[in-house]
């Protein structure tokens, strides 16, 4: 923990060093060693693919600055990606990388934002792994270190609100407060806010923010079966806010980490099924067929909605699966994003049991 508290110290620093203003553009020097190729491939996003010729085994170029896109130079090997932040970026296509004159600048954080991802995973991993089949010691030690995680995330996305690096940290931020992501998000550069990603990523917690804890829950209708739509077709109020606790697990048969959590749902139905409460499973992202075939495999006994594909999960702003939300006997929101024994102790502690 002490090591991993460095790490983000360190970074703290090195996130808040101002920088000098940009220029205009980026230039791009690169030198290979034997078997040079006869030329370069440099692209950013839709806005630059160009062809780079190397004359005695270096090569060079000026692209223009843009520290909202990755730039990748293709050199045969494995790619080379850099931020153009106004800077001179060397370019090692053997080693695979990409420094800038620029000791403060974005793509200095860039190099050093990687570095610290390596290595936190580096040390999470090593950690985990001497745990063994110790479960709850890693379940501690996973809660403990995600906050760290999160906090470093959240500094780079601040001390970089007009660059990728910013986008890139909120891309990897495991935060389960939508209002906190939107603020994030609302703390970009008008530039930042009008990349693809950040647009959709805004309008997910958005969507989020409607149906975080606490919330009523959002009615949909799906189709089951379009050949025969007047006897297939159902609601979710059908199920939900009918006077029970309902617990809602989102799914799709070939969904690996669906079928694993199955034991834990199977469990929590025998045990507390019965007049306060009820489950469903809503297939998502999924072939009818293949929903009906596998249903009664995981051991899938209780009410079920198929064919929905992203129905709900566009309303419910559901990004990966499985997604299990509870909700209370008028169809608010009180748990979601449960796994599993957390299930089973949300569902003891709504029944006050």
């Known amino acids: 923990m002490k090591t991993q508290m460095m790490y983000l110290a360190a970074a703290a620093m090195l996130l808040a060093a101002c920088t000098p203003k940009a220029g ?10 034997e078997d040079a190729p006869e030329s370069v491939q440099i692209s950013m996003g839709e806005s630059l693919d160009t062809t780079i010729t190397v004359e005695n085994g270096r090569f060079e170029a000026e692209i223009p600055t843009d520290p909202t896109q990755m730039v990748v130079v293709d050199a045969g090997l494995s790619p080379v990606t850099f931020v153009a932040d106004g800077s001179t970026i060397t370019v090692d296509p053997a080693a695979g990388t990409a420094t800038s004159s620029d000791k403060k600048g974005v793509q200095a954080r860039y190099a050093a934002y990687n570095d610290w991802m390596q290595q936190f995973m580096t040390d999470y991993r090593a950690k985990m792994a001497g745990f063994g089949d110790d479960e709850a010691a890693a379940e501690a030690y996973y809660d403990e270190v995600i906050g760290q995680f999160n906090a470093y995330q959240k500094e780079t996305v601040k001390a970089n609100p007009d660059n ?68 297939s077709t159902v609601k979710f109020s059908d199920y939900i806010g009918k006077g029970k606790y309902v617990l809602v697990d989102f799914w799709a048969s070939w969904c690996g980490p669906c079928k694993a959590e199955m034991p834990n749902l199977i469990n929590v139905y025998n045990t507390y099924h019965g007049d306060q409460f009820d489950m469903l499973s809503v297939a998502v992202w999924d072939k009818v067929e293949d929903t009906v075939a596998a249903a009664p495999e ?12 992203r129905i709900p999960t566009d309303l419910y702003g559901i990004e990966g699966i499985p997604h299990i939300i509870l909700f209370g006997p008028d169809g608010t929101i009180l748990k979601r994003g449960i796994r599993g024994e957390k299930i089973g102790e949300a569902v003891k502690e709504a029944l006050g049991l």
């Open 24 to 33: 205009k553009t980026t230039k791009v020097v690169g030198q290979f060693g």
């Open 298 to 309: 995981v051991g899938i006994v209780w009410n079920q909605i198929i064919n929905a594909q």
């Open 164 to 231: 990728i690096l910013g986008l890139m940290a909120l891309s990897q931020l495991m935060e389960d407060d939508p209002n906190e992501m939107i603020a994030l998000l609302d703390g970009l550069s008008e530039d930042m806010k009008a990349i693809p990603e950040v647009v959709q990523m805004r309008a997910t917690y958005d969507t989020k923010a409607k149906t975080a804890e606490g919330t009523p829950f959002v009615d949909f209708t799906v189709v089951q079966d379009p050949e025969n739509p007047e006897t």
